[in-house]
């Protein structure tokens, strides 16, 4: 049970964040990779933790602010690409996709650190941080994109300016 609460913690920056993300009107099958991926961050993340996560935080003083830059940046691409002319769908770019499955996953490598006080079976809890990570992504992303469809533009720069505000808000926690 504490591994699905952990798993439905994990998930809710995930969706939240593809709620923001899913402004961008995105096709199926955009949101079908994008959701895969940050299943599979999900997945791995609590591993590298659990495996590499001591050496990697001596290195790293602040995660927080990773994850800042990362959806900062995400954030004012959203709002940039608004008001271009061209085709807002074809804005998802494997380089963003990866960010933003990053961003919403560094969280899953912090709770990898402490991962063999929570269960011993490892690769379990990866499967269920994963299987619940993909699905509020998914959910969030079809939700973004129904908020898109009755507001239009506008929700997109919401979008946008939701993930700044979110980075933010990491960079002084």
């Given at each position: 049970?504490?591994?699905?609460?952990?798993?439905?913690?994990?998930?809710?920056?995930?969706?939240?964040?593809?709620?923001?993300?899913?402004?961008?009107?995105?096709?199926?099958?955009?949101?079908?990779?994008?959701?895969?991926?940050?299943?599979?961050?999900?997945?791995?993340?609590?591993?590298?933790?659990?495996?590499?996560?001591?050496?990697?935080?001596?290195?790293?003083?602040?995660?927080?602010?990773?994850?800042?830059?990362?959806?900062?940046i995400i954030g004012i691409e959203?709002?940039?690409?608004?008001?271009?002319?061209?085709?807002?769908?074809?804005?998802?770019?494997?380089?963003?996709?990866?960010?933003?499955?990053?961003?919403?996953?560094?969280?899953?490598?912090?709770?990898?650190?402490?991962?063999?006080?929570?269960?011993?079976?490892?690769?379990?809890?990866?499967?269920?941080?994963?299987?619940?990570?993909?699905?509020?992504?998914?959910?969030?992303?079809?939700?973004?994109?129904?908020?898109?469809?009755?507001?239009g533009k506008t929700s997109t720069?919401?979008?946008?300016?939701?993930?700044?505000?979110?980075?933010?808000?990491?960079?002084?926690?």
């Amino acid at each position: 049970m504490l591994v699905i609460i952990i798993a439905i913690s994990l998930s809710m920056d995930a969706f939240s964040l593809a709620l923001a993300y899913g402004t961008l009107n995105l096709n199926k099958k955009d949101i079908y990779k994008l959701s895969l991926v940050v299943g599979f961050y999900h997945f791995f993340m609590p591993l590298l933790g659990l495996f590499f996560g001591n050496i990697i935080l001596k290195y790293v003083s602040n995660p927080n602010f990773l994850v800042f830059v990362i959806l900062f940046i995400i954030g004012i691409e959203m709002i940039y690409e608004t008001f271009k002319e061209e085709d807002i769908k074809n804005i998802v770019s494997f380089r963003q996709i990866l960010l933003f499955g990053l961003a919403v996953s560094i969280d899953s490598f912090s709770v990898g650190i402490g991962l063999n006080v929570i269960s011993k079976n490892y690769l379990y809890c990866s499967t269920i941080f994963s299987i619940f990570s993909l699905s509020f992504t998914y959910l969030g992303l079809i939700l973004g994109k129904k908020i898109n469809n009755i507001i239009g533009k506008t929700s997109t720069i919401i979008g946008g300016l939701i993930l700044i505000v979110i980075a933010i808000m990491y960079l002084f926690t």
